[in-house]
């Protein structure tokens, strides 16, 4: 898959998914840094990248989701790379292709709960145990 990396996502958290992803990492790019929320979710769009986050805010209504390869949030506390790892190894065993990340949706991970939002509205989770469950 191909992901966007903003400037709140851990840069070892970017090498882990660089393992076996392909990685746009904005505090790589000097033209990159120091954007907006929404700089970074069109750029994402244009490239066709699924944008990765620590950043809640990119969960608001104003970053629309339809026409985009999706938005991954990550928001949890704190901000410990084994943990977003940890979750990011758990998001990819249930996607392993972009098409089967879900087109058009949110998904926001909190505190080792793993959750798709569609719409505002919780779809499913996994917990840290990776079971699935309904909320």
């Not at 903003?6 to 840069?11: L, T």
Request: aromatic residues 8%.
């Amino acid at each position: 898959m191909r992901f966007y990396a903003d400037e709140q996502f851990d840069a070892r958290s970017v090498a882990h998914l660089r393992r076996k992803h392909k990685v746009k990492y904005v505090t790589e790019f000097s033209l990159l840094r120091k954007r907006d929320d929404a700089f970074h979710h069109a750029q994402s769009r244009r490239e066709k990248r699924i944008l990765v986050t620590c950043d809640h805010d990119l969960a608001s209504a104003k970053y629309p989701v339809n026409r985009h390869p999706g938005v991954l949030i990550i928001a949890t506390k704190p901000q410990d790379y084994r943990t977003i790892n940890a979750i990011l190894d758990q998001v990819l065993r249930r996607f392993r292709t972009a098409a089967e990340f879900l087109r058009n949706q949110n998904h926001r991970f909190d505190d080792g709960l793993a959750a798709c939002y569609q719409g505002g509205r919780r779809e499913r989770g996994v917990g840290s145990s990776g079971k699935g469950r309904r909320d």
